[in-house]
T-cell receptor, first 113, second 110 residues
């Protein structure tokens, strides 16, 4: 199993551009989530999904959209990038429909200029 | 939102020493988790705690879920160079609400 994969690993955007961060898992996990990690702070939940077709907002959802059309994929869309969205983004998945024992991807480092 | 206070922020220790770090909060948590993150990687789960008072070990790592459900500690015994990294605590408030501490950066000098 590849586990949780994320692409791209690095990305630079200009303010106002849009892009999609990709996340996929091959463990047949129901629960998937997106976090952002900023210096000196813990990971903060952006959006999560408890199964295909179901998504919900986390702690810091503004400026981000998600969809879950399949069990495997959970892309994160930045609609109009802002410098405040410069961060490292992690996707995670877990079995069942809760946050227990999450498996994290390697992260995407995003810089917005 | 409710914050987890993780301390210390960083530690510099000699190989072979024991390490202790903790997380506290004003909120009650249902689950406490401890993760380790290596540079350029995502966090990896070390220990999960599900009940107040629970004490769990994973090799040289031991973690406890505080009786009040508002705190947890992680101990690492006989540290080795590969213990270097950032350690995060995380607490689950509700079914889909996980909060993370800011991390403890551990440096181990050979």
């Amino acid at each position: 199993n590849a586990g949780v994969t994320q692409t791209p690993k690095f990305q630079v955007l200009k303010t106002g551009q849009s892009m999609t961060l990709q996340c996929a898992q091959d463990m047949n996990h129901e629960y998937m989530s997106w976090y952002r990690q900023d210096p000196g702070m813990g990971l903060r939940l952006i959006h999560y999904s408890v199964g295909a077709g179901i998504t919900d907002q986390g702690e810091v959802p503004n400026g981000y959209n998600v969809s879950r059309s399949t069990t495997e994929d959970f892309p994160l869309r930045l609609l109009s990038a802002a410098p405040s969205q410069t961060s490292v983004y992690f996707c995670a998945s877990s079995p069942g429909n809760s946050l227990y024992e999450q498996y994290f991807g390697p992260g995407t480092r995003l810089t917005v200029t | 939102g409710q914050q987890l206070n993780q301390s210390p922020q960083s530690m510099f220790i000699q190989e072979g020493e024991d390490v202790s770090m903790n997380c506290t909060s004003s909120s009650i948590f249902n689950t406490w988790l401890w993760y380790k993150q290596d540079p350029g990687e995502g966090p990896v789960l070390l220990i999960a705690l599900y009940k107040a008072g629970e004490l769990t070990s994973n090799g040289r790592l031991t973690a406890q879920f505080g009786i009040t459900r508002k705190d947890s500690f992680l101990n690492i015994s006989a540290s080795i160079p590969s213990d270097v990294g950032i350690y995060f605590c995380a607490g689950q408030l509700g079914n889909n609400d996980m909060r993370f501490g800011a991390g403890t950066r551990l440096t181990v000098k050979p």
